[in-house]
Structures are given as C-alpha cells and as structure tokens.
C-alpha cells in the first residue's frame, strides 16, 4: 500500500494542482493525505474527483491557512473516527475486513 502525505502549500492556483496531479500519476498513492490546502472544502472536492479520487474527507481552510483533505481508492474501507481543523482520525480497512 502506498500513503502519500503531503505540504502543498496552497491549491488555490492552477500550477499547483497541474504539480498534484502529476505527482499522483508518478506515485500512484492509494491513500493521499494533504495539508494547508488554504482552499474551501468545496473546492477541495473538485480538485480531488479532477485527480481520480471519488472517495475523501475535505477540510475547509480558515482563510488564507489551513485545509486538510484525505483521499482513498475504492480498495479501502475508511470509517471517521474524529476531525477537526488540524487533525483527521480515521480507520483503514482492506478489503478483506482487515485493519490497516
């Protein structure tokens, strides 16, 4: 399994996710976990189904700082634990009811 986590420091602009998206068909994460994505959760969404991923959990930013977003294939079973601004909790399961 392949975890991605990643600063990106902004996906507010287009060059910024034109880099995610790239780095994502190079890695091929399974799980992609992003920090300080400074956009709305809204936005966050789109930029995610752009980058092949239906399922995730987008965090809005506050402002100019912050943004969490957690994306999974569809392989995964993921059960929220707990969230807030900084932080995401969450269960991984394998299709085989494993946890990971």
């Keep these: 399994m392949k975890i991605v986590c990643w600063n990106v420091r902004g996906l507010g602009k287009l060059r910024a996710v034109?880099?995610?998206r790239s780095k994502i068909r190079v890695v091929h994460p399974q799980i992609l976990f992003l920090m300080e994505t400074k956009v709305s959760a809204v936005h966050m969404?789109?930029?995610r189904r752009k980058c092949g991923f239906i399922h995730g959990l987008d965090i809005d930013a506050d402002g100019s700082r912050?943004?969490?977003?957690?994306?999974?294939s569809a392989e995964f079973m993921v059960t929220l634990c707990s969230y807030s601004s900084f932080?995401?909790?969450?269960n991984v399961t394998d299709g085989d009811s494993n946890n990971i």
Excluded: A, N, P, Y
Aim: proline residues 0%; hydrophobic residues 45%; glycine residues 12%.
């Design 66 to 72: 912050g943004g969490l977003s957690l994306w999974w």
């Design 87 to 90: 932080h995401i909790d969450v």
């Design 45 to 47: 969404e789109k930029i």
């Design 18 to 20: 034109r880099r995610l």
